[in-house]
């Protein structure tokens, strides 16, 4: 479970002003809002990516700020993170890169036989083929491959939580669908709680239990996809029409 209590968090602005959500256990769940409301910065506040001003995340009940001693080591080893553009290292090839995803004191007591066992499992999770893929550089990959990777490195540490920040975003329609429907398989498959950051509503609204959505540095909204379309909130349904005449552009839909 996470919970997220009365997060602030400003830069030269304020982004977050007083986030209080609540995920639960082996939960789906999407957090939707427009553009620069700090959902990627509240997901990283999550295990200390972004520090919040004030405020608290607590992970399975433990503080992550205020948990002492290893509290955010802790934090960190039940959580996978897929960063928004993959976030691979360009001059390290895809074993390293997934072997990466691994804690560095595990990393150091494993034999390397181990290790090639857990690298080539995730990437053959994530629909890569392990053979083709290893030795190659992150250039050599398309868009969606890079991704891939990017989650099978989020994967290999066998996380209880999973962080999806913008995982579809510039995919094509195809990919997009494809990292969907893994999203889904891998929060069945491994038991995961999942958080998505996402702007394809339709998607997130399609694959997850419950959604939330940002405005102004708070949360607007948090209910079931059910409840999200039928909201009654002006700022909740203004956001869907302007994300329904996007998609629309997007794939060419007379408006
Ligand atoms: N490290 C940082 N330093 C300064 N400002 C930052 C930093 N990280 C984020 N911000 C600012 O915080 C605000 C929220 O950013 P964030 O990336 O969380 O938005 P978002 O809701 O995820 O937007 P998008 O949907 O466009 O990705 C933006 O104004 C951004 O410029």
Known sequence: MIEYRQVHK????PVLAG???????????????PSGTGKSVLLKTTIALVTPDRGDVRIDGE?????????????RRKVGYVFQNAALFDSFNVF???????????????????????????????????DEVLSKI??????????????????IGRPEILLWDEPTTGLDPIN??????????LSDNLEV???????????GLLICDRVAMLDAGRLRFCGTPDEFRRSDDPVVQAFQDRAAAERALDIGEPR
């Open 96 to 130: 390293d890169n997934v072997g990466m995803g691994i804690p560095e004191d595990q990393l150091k007591r494993m034999p390397r036989m181990e290790l090639a066992r857990r690298v080539w499992n995730a990437l053959e999770l994530v629909n890569l083929e392990p």
């Open 19 to 33: 986030v209080d959500l609540t995920v639960e256990s082996g939960e789906m769940f999407a957090l939707f809002g």
């Open 10 to 13: 400003r830069f030269d602005h």
């Open 193 to 203: 709680t999942s958080l998505v950051v996402t702007h394809d509503i339709e998607g």
């Open 63 to 75: 503080s992550v700020y205020y948990g002492g001693d290893g509290a955010l080591e802790r934090a």
């Open 138 to 155: 992150p250039s050599e990959l398309s868009g969606g491959m890079r991704k891939r990777v990017g989650i099978a490195r989020a994967i």
């Open 176 to 185: 997009t669908a494809a990292v969907e429907r893994l999203i889904v398989r």
